[in-house]
């Protein structure tokens, strides 16, 4: 199926309309009963009322490959963006991280029983699900440094490790956790060491430790959590792909992942920016409005300034994935995930500094938005491995 321009204007239309109507107005009833739960990482009950809502309105799975009959890359980005302006709103539409990612790595890697046991209710929105690659005893940055094993034995492979910063881990609706280990650790090349294998959430020897947090936010009810893996047996037919194969599915599926991020980001930016102009024309200092004032002005400009830019180069960058793939798009995807994260954390705090004290509480989103803009410059790889890996491939590029 191909869609057409007048198709994805249709389809942002529906989409802004309702978050107009369904998510906007309820940002407050999601927080209190997000606050009322006897445990945080359980189940909202407004988003379960606003996902049908979504169903009906055709607004579901948008982020879909268009080799799987969605989208492509860059006709998700502005919907991305539009999602992003409110950080629970993409389970709304069943595009939320690490799931949409996850669900990727279904499509392309997954064998019919792996995809009808998990994917069908990921795609439904039934259950979500984990991504377990990062550890705590090794600087996980380089995805070859990972400790957790991977042994067959008989019929069966055993995990033994430590995961955490798992997104998605204590909440009570994640069922399927796609876990990342070393299975050859000999071998001479150390991106065949790793492989990648499926554990529900309720097998023997998985211990949830704790839940993580970021600069004080717990992010429920998803969060972030600390895991234990203790003699975790699972079948055989859970390898995904192959043994030695898990360096390969991290490769695929981080590259898109990495873009959706910068497209929420610039949402969230947007968002900041947007209230900090309804902000200046209300309040007065010394005399005047908060918009008469030049340094005010000048950061309202560069951050409008700085805005468009990530947004241009989020959009060149999605387009280059669809006509290339994100093997050879990663230059691109490196220099987006470099420079997004970081506009975005300047930007909303400017918007926050505009809004005084109250930009730094829960009655505004900045603070909770700053804090997903900073905590990205570390997720999908931080900031210094992507400069390194892009400063490489420049001097390749130029210095022939």
């Not at 691109?332 to 926050?352: G, N």
Request: charged share 25%.
């Amino acid at each position: 199926m191909t869609v057409t321009e007048q198709d994805l204007a249709d389809i942002q239309a529906r989409l802004l309309t309702f978050m107009d109507q369904h998510i906007y107005p309820n940002e407050q009833r999601y927080h209190d009963q997000l606050n009322g739960l006897a445990d945080r990482f359980s189940t909202v009950p407004l988003m379960e009322e606003l996902k049908a809502l979504a169903k009906a309105a055709g607004l579901w799975n948008l982020w879909m490959p268009a080799d799987h009959g969605g989208l492509t890359n860059e006709q998700y980005s502005p919907l991305a963006e539009i999602m992003g302006r409110v950080l629970w709103s993409p389970e709304v539409f069943n595009c939320n991280a690490p799931d949409t990612g996850n669900m990727e790595v279904f499509l392309k890697y997954g064998t019919e029983a792996q995809k009808e046991q998990w994917l069908k209710p990921l795609l439904d929105g039934e259950i979500r699900s984990s991504y377990a690659m990062t550890e705590p005893d090794v600087a996980s940055s380089d995805a070859t440094n990972v400790r957790t094993r991977i042994e067959r034995d008989g019929e069966d492979y055993v995990i033994n490790g430590r995961k955490w910063f798992i997104t998605n881990a204590p909440y009570e609706r994640t069922k399927i956790l796609i876990v990342m280990g070393k299975s050859d650790p000999d071998n001479a090349n150390r991106h065949l060491q790793q492989s990648q294998i499926l554990v529900p959430k309720d097998t023997p020897g998985l211990t949830v430790i704790r839940p993580l947090t970021t600069l004080g936010y717990d992010d429920a009810p998803l969060g972030h959590a600390e895991l234990l893996f203790e003699n975790v047996r699972v079948p055989k037919e859970n390898i995904l792909l192959g043994e030695g194969r898990g360096f390969e599915i991290s490769q695929g599926r981080l590259g898109p992942g990495r873009i959706h991020h910068c497209m929420r980001l610039i949402g969230c930016a947007q968002r900041a920016l947007e209230l900090a102009c309804q902000r200046v024309t209300r309040r007065e200092t010394f005399g005047r409005m908060l918009a008469d004032h030049q340094s005010v002005l000048e950061d309202l400009a560069k951050s409008f300034s700085e805005i468009e830019q990530a947004r241009l180069l989020t959009l060149k960058t999605a387009r280059r994935v669809d006509e290339l793939g994100a093997k050879d798009a990663r230059d691109y995807i490196a220099a987006a995930k470099i420079t997004v994260p970081l506009m975005a954390q300047t930007v909303i705090d400017r918007c926050m500094q505009i809004h005084g004290a109250g930009g730094l509480t829960a009655d505004y989103p900045m603070a909770e938005a700053f804090n997903y803009a900073r905590w990205c410059r570390q997720a999908d790889g931080p900031d210094q491995v992507h400069m390194m890996a892009l400063g490489k491939q420049i001097i390749k590029r130029f210095s022939a």
